[in-house]
């Protein structure tokens, strides 16, 4: 009898329980389910690179001082993403090569003041000082929450997608790595960065659509200073959207590349620079790429035009307006005309005309 009291007060619990929380989900749903936005939005930059001219700057004025101009703008987005050109830390094997850059760890948090989430690992020098400059840039990255692709201890890890969260949103984000040394890229038993190769890519690409609304894919790829995309830029631009991805970013150029509409889905080929160390007198324009998406799978954007010319903004991305600005947006029409059957993409105010 005793036994059977208990059974009957455990179902009695168990039913109760179940009543109180089907009650609290119908009163209160978004305990339940978190509400989806109608829309949200993606803030993407170029290459940033702490270390070089800028290293003096940002030891005297601190890690904030170079997105003290564009902090507004990096923030106003729902996710905020770059490509990190330098690893974070302060030793190493250096890798033989004519330019090797690091950044002591201590200055990463700069970039979490600034608004970044993600970042592609996924470039030329995320492995300047070997395996030890890769890991301190992976914990350094992971002790601020800032989420990363494209690097890891081996292959799989290197490939393996970011997926961020946010009202309701899941964003995905690959990053893959086409430029030399090869000796960066990773393989089964090797740390580096992903290469893309055709068969995983889609494999990978077709993985993440099924997970997330938004699929984002960045590549490391082209010729430094070349203002118009290379042909397998082009191909494989155009089969990660046919394979699923929403939006496609390029870096590593330096400079402008243009913009593409393929299949009613967007491709930056290059977003030039955004803080990187060097006074080159031939990377003065760039723009900050911002983007949003609804629940139908459509998408606004806008460039922003930005200088970069460190001999007068110091390594510290300024906004363009006025007649500066329209001269980028001008350059970018001209340069993305080819890839848009001759059709001018690009509005006045900086709106992307996808028709």
């Not at 890229?185 to 190769?197: H, N, V």
């Not at 042909?231 to 699923?244: E, L, S, T, V």
């Amino acid at each position: 009898m005793k036994k059977f009291r208990l059974w009957k007060f455990s179902f009695l619990k168990w039913v109760t329980s179940g009543a109180v929380f089907i009650f609290s989900a119908l009163l209160f749903p978004s305990i339940s389910h978190a509400p989806k936005k109608d829309s949200f939005s993606i803030v993407a930059v170029g290459d940033v690179m702490m270390d070089g001219n800028a290293f003096s700057f940002i030891r005297k004025k601190g890690a904030d001082y170079p997105f003290d101009s564009t902090r507004t703008i990096i923030r106003s987005a729902d996710i905020a993403f770059a490509n990190l050109e330098a690893p974070f830390t302060s030793s190493g094997n250096v890798f033989k090569k004519k330019f090797v850059f690091k950044v002591p760890p201590k200055y990463a948090g700069g970039l979490v003041r600034a608004g970044f989430d993600v970042l592609s690992l996924a470039n030329n020098h995320i492995l300047d000082y070997g395996e030890r400059g890769l890991l301190s840039t992976l914990n350094t990255l992971d002790s601020l929450g800032i989420a990363h692709c494209g690097a890891g201890r081996n292959r799989k890890e290197a490939e393996r997608e970011s997926i961020l969260k946010r009202d309701g949103w899941r964003i995905g984000f690959l990053a893959y790595s086409l430029t030399y040394p090869d000796g960066f890229w990773a393989t089964s038993k090797r740390y580096g960065t992903a290469y893309p190769e055709l068969k995983e890519l889609k494999k990978s690409i077709n993985s993440l659509r099924k997970k997330v609304d938004v699929v984002v894919v960045s590549f490391h790829w082209g010729s430094e200073l070349m203002t118009h995309p290379k042909p397998y830029q082009r191909f494989y631009a155009h089969r990660a959207i046919d394979w699923g991805a929403d939006l496609v970013l390029g870096h590593h150029p330096h400079v402008l590349q243009g913009l593409e509409i393929y299949n009613s889905r967007l491709i930056a080929y290059s977003l030039s620079n955004f803080v990187f160390g060097s006074y080159s007198s031939k990377v003065r324009e760039s723009m900050i790429l911002k983007i949003r998406f609804d629940r139908n799978g459509s998408f606004m954007a806008k460039v922003i035009p930005i200088s970069v010319f460190n001999l007068k903004v110091q390594f510290q991305p300024r906004l363009l307006r006025g007649d500066a600005g329209e001269k980028v947006i001008r350059t970018l029409n001209t340069i993305s005309k080819d890839l848009n059957q001759g059709k001018k993409i690009i509005g006045e105010s900086g709106l992307i005309i996808k028709d």
